[in-house]
């Protein structure tokens, strides 16, 4: 038994340990905030949508998300490039699910 325990405890410690550098369980559920704690489903899927398109640029820190009424959602946030004339960025995100609008700054 003793011959068991061993191998099976390094695995989870090695397992869980593998968790936390991927960000907890929202990094192994597909989930990416982008360093935001959205307030509702609306504005989780504009950050989410927004930081995946803001992503090709670079690395994403999302700095505010503003819901203007029932039918948009505004993310402001910052890209991590080269270019620091257009670091920051504006995404509108829809409430069918589209972006509609998206600029770097």
């Known amino acids: 038994m003793n011959k068991f325990l061993i191998p099976a405890t390094l695995a989870s410690t090695v397992l869980l340990g593998g968790c936390a ?4 369980l929202g990094g192994l559920l597909g989930g990416d905030d982008y ?20 992503s090709r640029y670079g690395r994403v820190s999302i700095q505010n998300v503003d819901q203007q009424g029932r039918d948009y959602v505004y993310v402001y946030g910052r890209i991590e490039t080269r270019d620091y004339n257009r670091d ?18």
Not at 21 to 24: A, C, H, Q, V, Y
Not at 35 to 54: P, T
Not at 89 to 104: K, L, S
């Open 88 to 105: 920051e960025f504006t995404c509108v995100f829809r409430n069918d699910g589209r972006i509609v609008d998206f600029q770097t700054r």
């Open 21 to 24: 550098s991927l960000g907890g």
């Open 35 to 54: 360093g935001y704690n959205a307030r509702g489903d609306f504005e989780a899927a504009a950050v989410r949508a927004c930081g995946q398109e803001a």
